[in-house]
T-cell receptor, first 119, second 112 residues
């Protein structure tokens, strides 16, 4: 399977605990995105990376959230001191941006997400 | 501020008939639009896209129409099949932008 892989698929945690999610993008993709989706809503942008550089963060990404992509391959999203409002589906997506282009029309390819439940 | 809106949360259609999904946007900086389909417990999968320089793009049973003056796009699925039952999201991207802004989704049910 050469699609976007996310781990774990489900995570249940108690309020106040820290959680970390992992995303493995499609191997040749240099762009990696994190989105969050709550029930009945569309995905909301959190952040994205070009290789290992984090180029944009949404205001939704509070100080308790941190994302990394240390070697430009897989990425991790950590949530510290989880709150019940963090309960959501966390989606990772990847795409390929050719050469020196800043933007392209290549669609994002999404993983199956990690569903977080904070009790 | 919801910049991309799908005003119909659900749609039911008979197999073989046409499904029409609508999407409105408010930001005139959007220049690229996409439709994604999502099955339960899976991530969204790309369906079809359209650039703002076009008003129609067709791919098999799926056609997307763009009306820039009305800031409106629609997705036509014809003929609809039971396997098309899913949640459909429209998304938009600004010129030279790098993130997608999604609508809230429309749940489509195709009845056999």
């Amino acid at each position: 399977d050469t699609g976007v892989s996310q781990d774990p698929r489900h995570k249940i945690t108690k309020r106040g605990q820290n959680v970390t999610f992992r995303c493995d993008p499609i191997s040749e993709h240099n762009r990696l995105y994190w989105y969050r989706q709550t029930l009945g809503q569309g995905p909301e942008f959190l952040t994205y990376f070009q290789n290992e550089a984090q180029l944009e963060k949404s205001r939704l990404l509070s100080d308790r959230f941190s994302a990394e992509r240390p070697k430009g391959s897989f990425s991790t999203l950590e949530i510290q001191r989880t709150e019940q409002g963090d309960s959501a589906m966390y989606l990772c997506a990847s795409s390929f941006l050719p050469g020196q282009a800043f933007s392209s029309n290549s669609p994002l390819h999404f993983g199956n997400g990690t569903r977080l439940t904070v009790t | 501020d919801q910049q991309v809106k799908q005003n119909s949360p659900s749609l039911s259609v008979q197999e073989g008939r046409i499904s029409i999904l609508n999407c409105d946007y408010t930001n005139s900086m959007f220049d690229y639009f996409l439709w994604y389909k999502k099955y339960p417990a899976e991530g969204p999968t790309f369906l079809i896209s359209i650039s703002s320089i076009k008003d129609k793009n067709e791919d098999g049973r799926f056609t997307v129409f763009l009306n820039k003056s009305a800031k409106h796009l629609s997705l036509h699925i014809v003929p609809s099949q039971p396997g098309d039952s899913a949640v459909y999201f429209c998304a938009a991207r600004k010129a030279a932008g790098n993130k997608l802004t999604f609508g809230g989704g429309t749940r489509v049910l195709v009845k056999p």
